[in-house]
């Protein structure tokens, strides 16, 4: 069992496979975050060098902003600072593989 899973008292991803078929799991989004210098910064999803980057919610000269990452149409990440819910719908969202639409739907309708 890997020790995610029983550090968080889950089965593992084959059990649970067998006891759930379905033909599109969705893996687990990644995320880090850390609180540091009074500040909430947190990264969702798999952004890569190679992704486009905008800033719907928020600036980066306000300190407080969600930043979308994004590549071929789809929305790859997150990367927000002092913005944890909407980052983490962000999260809640990428487990579907939304469409870049889709994301700035969501950014619209939060920021």
Partial sequence: MPPS???LGR????TRRRSHPDPTP???VPDVGS???GSTTQIVGR???????????GAFDDRKFVALTHRDGRLTGAVGL????KVMRF???LTARP???????VARELA
């Fill in 47 to 57: 952004p890569g060098p190679a992704d486009a980057v905008e800033v719907p919610i």
């Fill in 26 to 28: 969705s893996a687990p």
């Fill in 99 to 105: 469409s870049w639409d889709d994301a700035l739907a």
């Fill in 35 to 37: 609180d540091r210098y």
């Fill in 11 to 14: 089965r593992p991803p084959l």
């Fill in 91 to 93: 999260k809640r969202l």
């Fill in 5 to 7: 899973c029983s550090r």
């Fill in 82 to 85: 002092d913005e944890p819910r």
